[in-house]
């Protein structure tokens, strides 16, 4: 699997991002076309992607790192057949290099249902693992779902 920055996608890697987001968020969350989705990343400013690609050029995993709100943000993305092979650590492991702080919306409970029909499995504790702080005074709830918000920061070491 090698790792891939670019500053913007072309139409077939969005149409592919589009196809892991739709497989692997909860049902509540998806596009239903690629309009959809370039509206949403309209709205990010100074992203970064990264993409994950097997040894087939096939997509894999992608990940998001942007500007909201004065803070730096990511989203990240494994499809179902690439997760749990350090893949996600991989990609992280490329944003922290670059970033100071790293921020991000994820969801607590196991209570959404992916497009498949099976549930949506909160990655809470694979970002704890990956060295973030679960801010458990910060919250998204809205229509579509309820989330925490979790930092990274990188540690400054003196000598």
Same mark, same amino acid.
């Given at each position: 699997?090698?790792?891939?920055?670019?500053?913007?996608?072309?139409?077939?890697?969005?149409?592919?991002?589009?196809?892991?987001?739709?497989?692997?968020? /909860?049902?509540?969350?998806?596009?239903?076309?690629?309009?959809?989705?370039?509206?949403?990343?309209?709205?990010? *400013?100074?992203?970064?992607?990264?993409?994950?690609?097997? *040894?087939?050029?096939?997509?894999?995993?992608?990940?998001?790192?942007?500007?909201?709100?004065?803070? =730096?943000?990511?989203? %990240? %993305?494994?499809?179902?057949?690439?997760?749990?092979?350090?893949?996600?650590? $991989?990609?992280?492991?490329?944003?922290?290099?670059?970033?100071?702080?790293?921020?991000?919306?994820?969801?607590? $409970? &196991?209570?959404?249902?992916?497009?498949?029909?099976? /549930?949506?499995?909160? /990655?809470? *504790?694979?970002? =704890?693992?990956?060295?973030?702080?679960?801010? &458990? &005074?910060?919250?998204?709830?809205?229509?579509?779902?309820?989330?925490?918000?979790?930092?990274?920061?990188?540690?400054?070491?003196? /000598?």
């Amino acid at each position: 699997m090698r790792l891939q920055h670019f500053d913007s996608l072309n139409p077939q890697q969005k149409m592919r991002v589009i196809h892991i987001w739709n497989q692997e968020y /909860p049902v509540t969350l998806n596009y239903e076309s690629p309009d959809e989705f370039e509206e949403y990343l309209s709205k990010l *400013e100074n992203i970064s992607h990264y993409l994950a690609i097997d *040894e087939y050029d096939i997509i894999k995993g992608w990940m998001a790192v942007f500007d909201r709100d004065n803070e =730096r943000w990511l989203a %990240l %993305l494994i499809d179902s057949s690439a997760q749990s092979q350090g893949i996600g650590t $991989h990609m992280l492991n490329a944003a922290k290099f670059n970033e100071t702080e790293l921020n991000g919306w994820v969801i607590e $409970h &196991d209570i959404y249902i992916k497009a498949d029909g099976k /549930p949506y499995l909160s /990655p809470l *504790e694979f970002y =704890r693992k990956n060295g973030f702080e679960v801010l &458990d &005074d910060q919250h998204l709830q809205n229509h579509k779902i309820n989330a925490v918000k979790i930092r990274w920061t990188k540690e400054t070491i003196y /000598p």
